[in-house]
Each structure stands twice: as C-alpha cells, then as structure tokens.
C-alpha cells in the first residue's frame, strides 16, 4: 500500500519530481564558452599585435617626442599604461565598431564607455552623454575635439551573434550528446521500504545524496546494499554518437568564420609553428594595417594641424615588422648593396631612426660598398687606360 500510495503522490504531485530531480538531470549549458574562446583568440590577437606598435609624431624624418608621445606611448591616463590602453581600444573598435577618446581638462585620455552621437551633414557631428566608467562629462564634444576611431560598416557583435546561433546551437546538442554518451544511469527499487509516503520520500532522498555523491566525486565507488533499497546501473555498452573531435570541429568552424572575417589566417589561431612567414605576412597587410590606418587617420584629424599636415608633420603607427633585425641581415645588404636605398632610409624602413652622419645618407654600390661616384670614376679611367 505504501509504494501505491507513493505512486499517486508521483501523478498528482509534481513537487515530487523536483524532490527526486537533484543535480542529476539538471542541464547546465555551456554552449557561451564557445562564442568566448572565438573572441578571446581572435580579437587578443589583434589587440596584443596593435598595444606593441609605436605610435609617432614625424617632421623633417624626425620623431617628435613630447607630451603626446609620452601618452600615446607610456601612459594615456593616471590608470593606465599604453599597452592595456590600446588593447582596450583594439576590443571596444572590433567588437562595437566604434571608440570614442576624450581628453580630460588635465590632458588625460580616456575611452567612454557610453556615448550619444548626434550627426549632420555640413557641420561636425557633436557627441553628447559621454560616460568613463561612473563618470558622465557635462559638456559636450565636437568631431575635432575627440579621437572617434570606426572600424567597419557591421558590428562585429551582430556577426558574432549570427554565427553563434547556428553554431553555438550544434554545439550545445554534441557536447550534451557526449556527456550523456557515457553516463551512468541507476535505478532504485522501493518496494521493501516501509512508512508514510513523507517518510519513503526521505529516505529515497537520502540514499540518491549518498549514492550520488560517492559516483561522482570518486572514481571507485562501493556502493552498500541498504535493506528494502535495490540500487541496480544501466549503461549500454559501445555507444555510438558524436566524438570529441567532431565538437572541436565545430569550434574550429566558429573560429575559422570569425577568423575569416577579421582577416586572420586561420593557421595562426591554432598554434602552429611551421611555414608562418606567408601568414604573418598576409595578417599583417590584411589585418592590422588596415586597422592601424583607420586608427592614424583619426588620431591625425585630431592631434595634427591641418597646416602642419600639409608641410609634412604626421602621426604613423609603427607596428612590428620583424622578430628580429637578424633575420632581415641578407636582405638589408643587397637593398643597399644595388644602390637603391641608402642605410638612412633603410633605418627609417625597419622602424629606427635615422643616424645625424653624412656618409649614411650616401648610397653605396657592390660589395665594396663603395660611393657610386667613386665607381663611375674608377670605371672612367679604366676605359682611359684601354685606350
């Protein structure tokens, strides 16, 4: 009678269910770590690549340093360094497509959190209700007072989402497929257990806490035989489903689009060391200096004086070009050796500046290095001497 009555509480009373549910049927979805191991790679990638550039203020083939070189360089605000600055920059531009810095009344930069872009067509557009973090200007801020840097015509966000789902949808199914592939599934026969239905429901309850608990935090597991409990376990054996590596696909399938949009090769996402010359190069062109340029122009609409511009002051971005200046020995020596460059401008070329000495403006021929008008007149009197 009691397991009778206990099966009429089951049918009218569906707290039952919940009672008995426990953690063992809860799902818990973890479908939001793939849009986040997306992100991470792909957007730290290009934020770390950007925050190790240089950012130069250039006249007459010489760098200016002074105060805007400090903040742009070592420290744009009181709370933070340049490197977490522009990766920063780098996240807020790619993911929201825009970034709005500000300067404060001390010369601070700042990037808001939130702003209202009022625009128009013949007059600067005007932002308003620009908020750095619990902090919301009074004031509001003309187009040529501000650095307002934008990245693309499509938030990367809505993208993202896009993708995510229709992929983050698949790979919800797989990963609960394969966590359930395996799983140990029990049941647990009530039919010697006296008492109330409250008092079988309590015991019941106990003994599932127990069981539960032992399964799955160790990994051998005895299991006592309780009286009037029969505990037994179903697993089907070889089951066939979903591998591991069929979900990894579908992280790298993610990846791969998010990759693609952002311009970066898929093969340097996945840790591989071999051949990456060509897809270094390809990130670079296609990727960070199309951003870089985007963040020059708006940093020399701003920084720079149109007059100034115009006499050749400009602001550029130096990103890295090279792992080590080793590596660019061979090329370097036939540049100069064929007379195109001479060594000044090839310094300026890999990011150094140029050295204050005449002979490094000269440009030199073979491999003796010698000035091209040395060479023209021992050619002259050689013919001379033919004669």
Known sequence: MGFLDLGRIFKRNEEVDVMLDLDLFEEKSNKAHLKRVAIETCIGLISRTIS??????????KTIKDEMYYKLNLRPNKNMTASYFWQKVVRKLIYENECLIVQSDSGDLLIADTFAKNEYAVMEDVFKNVIVKDYEFKRSFLMSEVIYIQYSNEKLSKLIDELFYDYGDLFGRLLEFQMRKNQIRATIDTAGVSGTAEQILKKVQNFIDRVYGGVRDKAVALIPQQKGFDYKEHQKDNAVGPSVDEINKIT????SQLAAALGIPVVMLKGDTKDLEKPTRNYMVFCIKPLAKNVSDALNYTVIDRRAFLRGEHLEIRTPTYSNIFDLANSIDKLIASGGWNRNELR????DEMVDDPKMDEYVMTKNYESIDKIGTSSEGGEEEDE
């Open 52 to 61: 190790q550039s240089e950012f130069r203020v250039r006249k007459d083939k």
């Open 348 to 351: 300026d070329k890999v990011g």
């Open 252 to 255: 790298d399938g993610f990846m």
